[in-house]
């Protein structure tokens, strides 16, 4: 049986993580849902999660901080950010961090589509 990616949606307004649920969904992926970065890094099973679409700004942790620990780990699925707060340095710290894309908020689904297949690209080869 075919491998079919898993995506996690880290957003703190619950009607964009429903929204890229079914984006995800139509695309043939499977997706777990955060509201919180803390959700995410409580997850256990972390380690199944080919890609991730995560908000820049919300309570508590924010995405960056959310890549920040997730760096430090062994292995960590690409990143895609979205923000509607789209600021050169906070793009410049996602970037750096190794963001596999930076999306402005409200995102065009089409980029966003793109980005999904690109970061997901090696994990579809090896499985």
């Known amino acids: 049986m075919p491998h079919v990616p898993l995506i996690a949606i880290v957003d ?11 984006l995800v969904r139509s695309l043939g992926y499977r997706s777990v849902l955060f ?10 099973h972390r380690e ?8 820049v700004k919300m309570p508590g942790l924010s995405g960056i901080d959310l890549q920040n620990r997730l760096n430090n780990e062994p292995a960590k699925p690409p990143l895609i950010f979205m923000t509607s707060f789209n600021d ?6 996602a970037i750096e ?5 930076f999306l ?4 065009d689904d089409h980029k966003l589509i793109r ?6 690209s090696p994990a579809l080869e090896t499985r």
Not at 35 to 44: N, T
Not at 115 to 120: D, E, K, Q, T, V
């Open 12 to 22: 703190d307004d619950i009607a964009i993580r429903e929204a890229l649920d079914d």
């Open 35 to 44: 509201a919180c970065a803390e959700e995410f890094l409580a997850f256990p």
């Open 48 to 55: 199944t999660v080919d890609a991730m679409i995560v908000d």
């Open 88 to 93: 050169v340095r906070t793009r410049s710290q």
């Open 97 to 101: 961090g190794g963001a596999h894309c």
């Open 104 to 107: 402005s908020k409200p995102v």
């Open 115 to 120: 980005c999904l297949n690109s970061a997901l």
